[in-house]
């Protein structure tokens, strides 16, 4: 069964600090996929990065980054001089690969991150 | 139109109604989904829909009855609902594969059940 585990629930900081979003996963599968999603006030899940199991580069898009980690089962994200507008529900999601999985996909609890002017 | 959208975006109705939840994606997708998400509880996925058939249902109450007429389009009708299914009803879709594929998600309908 595939778990994903978002440890922090609310993280507030003060804007232009740098913060990390955990995300640790659980998986038998040899691939897979992880997801990171933003989610404003308004509802929206918008979508931010999809990682395969077999890509362990890490990323750089702006003043977002992701750190994959296959040795520590691990996909977090590191948002670099923050700002108010990044004030927002952060999710990360796996789904597995196989006809079966098709569609499915396991997301964590999510983290409240609240940047402070 | 673009992305996927919902409508309505808010709702209220009283236990006896019945009101119906829309969904529409101008992706070509061929996958649709419903996701339920209530305060302080992580997003539950209800039911899927793959060109159309309906591939999971998530042990969802029969008080919630999903369609999906055509690939582009997903219903989600409600009738004697309780208290309880208060909640943000988000609609997502994607592409239709062998798993991994990304989901894209509309702004939701913020239910009130009095």
């Known amino acids: 069964a595939q778990k994903v585990t978002q440890a922090q629930t609310e993280i507030s900081v003060v804007e232009k600090e740098d913060v990390t979003l955990d995300c640790v996963y659980e998986?038998?599968?040899?691939?897979?996929?992880l997801f990171w999603y933003k989610q404003p006030p308004s509802g929206e899940l918008v979508f931010l990065i999809r990682?395969?199991?077999?890509?362990?580069q890490n990323e750089i898009s702006g003043r977002y980054s992701w750190n994959f980690q296959k040795s520590t089962s691990s996909f977090n994200f590191t948002i670099t001089a923050s700002q108010v507008v990044d004030s927002a529900v952060y999710f990360c999601?796996?789904?597995?690969?196989?006809?079966?999985?098709?569609?499915?996909?396991?997301f964590g609890d999510g983290t409240t991150l609240t940047v402070k002017p | 139109e673009t992305g996927v959208t919902q409508t309505p975006r808010h709702l209220v109705m009283g236990m006896t109604n019945k009101k119906s939840l829309k969904c529409e994606q101008h992706?070509?997708?061929?996958?649709m989904y419903w996701y339920k998400q209530s305060a302080k509880k992580p997003l539950e996925l209800m039911f899927v829909?793959?060109?159309?058939?309906?591939?999971e249902n998530n042990s969802v109450p029969s008080r919630f009855s999903p369609e999906c007429p055509n690939s582009s389009h997903l219903f989600l009708h409600l009738h004697t609902l309780q208290p309880e299914d208060s909640a943000l009803y988000l609609c997502?879709?994607?592409?239709?594969?062998?798993?991994?594929?990304?989901?894209?998600f509309g702004p939701g309908t913020r239910l009130l059940v009095l």
């Open positions: 999601a796996l789904s597995e690969a196989g006809d079966t999985n098709a569609g499915k996909s396991t």
């Open positions: 992706l070509g997708h061929n996958a």
């Open positions: 829909y793959n060109f159309k058939e309906q591939t």
């Open positions: 998986t038998r599968d040899t691939t897979y996929y």
């Open positions: 997502a879709s994607s592409q239709t594969g062998a798993g991994g594929e990304t989901q894209y």
């Open positions: 990682r395969n199991s077999f890509d362990e």
